[in-house]
């Protein structure tokens, strides 16, 4: 204890010093392990999410184009699957959609159950595949509503007609 107590402040950090930089080196070692484990987790989070909310908006798309096939073709649909599927899709959008395309799915939703406009429905739903669209890309995605209009019907006359007809 004298020792310490007769060593000059530079001779006693000169001789703690490499215990104190073990130290240091281990706590920082520490950190930089929890915060990669930390890091790499929210990642693996993010990925599953991500995954589930492409599904979800695949699904509602895959919903709406199997309805559009059966009336192409003139075949009468399941009303009580569709409603099923629509009821996991209601869900699915609450739980991992974007803000804007969960807005935009309600909009559609509500229009579809309004019939004093009948061309609510697809108006809403073509903005509903905007927004899913940008999420999905990021914004950068140059796919407008009438580019979906013309996939949906395939006949550029036709595009041009419906927008004139419901503007």
Known sequence: ?????????ITLIAKIWPYLIAMLTMIITILGWIIHRK???IKIIENQL???KYKAYA????????????????N???????????MNSKRDMLMYGSDKVFEAFNKYLCSSTNNSNPTLPMKYFLKLICEIRKDMCGKNTC???KDILL????NEDEVEKYKLLYK
């Open 1 to 9: 204890m004298e020792d310490f107590q007769n060593m000059s402040l």
């Open 39 to 41: 890091t790499e987790r």
């Open 50 to 52: 991500s995954g589930k």
């Open 59 to 74: 699904d509602i798309v895959q919903l709406f184009y199997d309805i559009l096939q059966d009336i192409r073709n003139g």
């Open 76 to 86: 009468s649909f399941d009303q009580k699957e569709t409603e099923k599927r629509m």
């Open 143 to 145: 796919v407008n509503e």
């Open 151 to 154: 996939n949906l019907m395939q």
